[in-house]
């Protein structure tokens, strides 16, 4: 059930993250503050379809 996912950075566009998540619980796109190294600051992640 569980699926392999990419987080996109929304300010520069960098795939930089892999995660799992679960169809059935998280039917929609996730969204994760994360680091961004590019960036050097912690921006907003979102699924990449």
């Given at each position: 059930?569980?699926?392999?996912?990419?987080?996109?950075?929304?300010?520069?566009g960098?795939?930089?993250?892999?995660?799992?998540?679960?169809?059935?619980?998280?039917?929609?796109?996730?969204?994760?503050?994360?680091?961004?190294?590019?960036?050097?600051?912690?921006?907003?992640?979102?699924?990449?379809?």
């Amino acid at each position: 059930m569980r699926e392999l996912v990419k987080l996109v950075c929304t300010e520069c566009g960098e795939e930089n993250y892999h995660t799992t998540k679960n169809k059935k619980k998280t039917p929609d796109r996730l969204e994760l503050m994360k680091y961004c190294p590019r960036s050097r600051t912690y921006t907003l992640h979102r699924e990449k379809r």
